[in-house]
């Protein structure tokens, strides 16, 4: 998969593991560190239980789709099927306008559930109208896979084709093994005993004509995919299940902690508050957030919203948190030892403990972290309540505007100039007032006169 922001940077790191070199520096001065045990290869990566492998599927035929003729039949089987998965490569645009996008859609491939008889690879370059594929894209009975939705789901955008009812396979591996064992390269290992070939992933897809080993491996990417959703659906039907995405509006919470659940930063979380106008108010902040912990679903969500609370530093729910200590999903139990850990939480450390034996090596990271951080006796590093008269009522807005009445005095930084360099004050402007001598300017006056 070429060009993207996917996993795949991972898979090379948990097929051929680094021994981590050992730390030597606190993570603060003022609290003391546990006795830790050297890194060990057994510390890194994913160490429970992992289901047997199945074969790999072989599909019948790959079919290159370049003509309206072609992708009009292909839609009409596409539609028939009730699981697709979906791969996409992109090439760099080079010359765009700052409204354009970075990447273009080049490819499209799609593999159905019609007994493994078709692998379509659609030319999205030469194929000028996608529109026929929107129906498809719509329909909220088809379940549509991706590994990796972000980057993909953002190139199909820009033809207009927007999936519902999507599955992350990425997402739903993160849950399970971890970031670092989530790449495609890494599950398909795992789920069919298969090692990939990606010695194309860095191909300029832009290129025409496209060599068979390009279609081929284009094809084969939505090929796997498809048998790894079969192996997971398998043996992790729970994980699935979290994961899956029906297209539904957003969960109903408050507005300013929706773009955080989408995956985007767009500012620091003492912004959104006090745009909001509820800085000073930690208890609507508590409200807020323990609203949104116990109504969202996917479990990056979930630990999206632990990140606002300890960024907030609303140390009241530190007892919320630890529910999640013993979730299914991996994200939700680093998340918690996390949070617990920045807030100080120490009536949580014998939950805590357990986790340094998780099976996944993110999880017992965060829990390491987080028993060095409830060692020392250091509170968090703001207070949550601030004087009301510092806060404006209602939504506050930001300006560069300065009031007239809190304007500084004209001379102000020609008062402080002079300080700097030992220069007595400057006199009042009259007719009398002593000037700063100035050499060039008197050799010029007497020369005049």
Known sequence: MANREKGERHDRTAAQPVRPKERTAPLSQSAPRLPRP???YEDIGYRGPVALPASAPTWRQRRYVERPAELAAAVARLRQAHVLALDAEF?????????????????????ADDEYDTAYVMDALRLR?????????????????????GADARVLAARGLVARTTL???AVSRSIFGQRESGLQAMVQRACGIRLDKSLQRADWSRRPLTPAMIAYAARDAEVTFALYGWLTLHYPWAVALHETRGDEPPPVADWIIPYLEGARPKPAAFAVAEAGIAADAGAQEEALRTALAIVRHPNQRARVMRLITDLELVRLAPDLRPYLTAPASEERAGAARGIGRLHDKGAIMLIRPLQEDPVEDVRRAARLALEALAG?????????????????????????????TAPPEDGWRAALRASFGLPAAQERSGDAPQVPDPARDATRGSDE
């Open 91 to 111: 090439s760099q645009v080079r010359v765009r306008t700052p409204e354009e996008p970075a990447h273009r859609l080049s490819l499209l491939q799609v593999a």
């Open 168 to 170: 992350d396979l990425e």
């Open 129 to 149: 109208d996608l529109t026929p594929l929107q129906p498809v894209f719509d329909d909220l009975a088809v379940l549509k896979l991706f590994h990796g939705i």
């Open 377 to 405: 006796s250091a509170p968090p590093r703001r207070p949550r309540t601030a004087p009301a008269q510092q806060q404006p009522a209602g939504p506050l807005r930001w300006t560069s505007e300065a009031d007239e009445d």
């Open 38 to 40: 050297p890194a060990t």
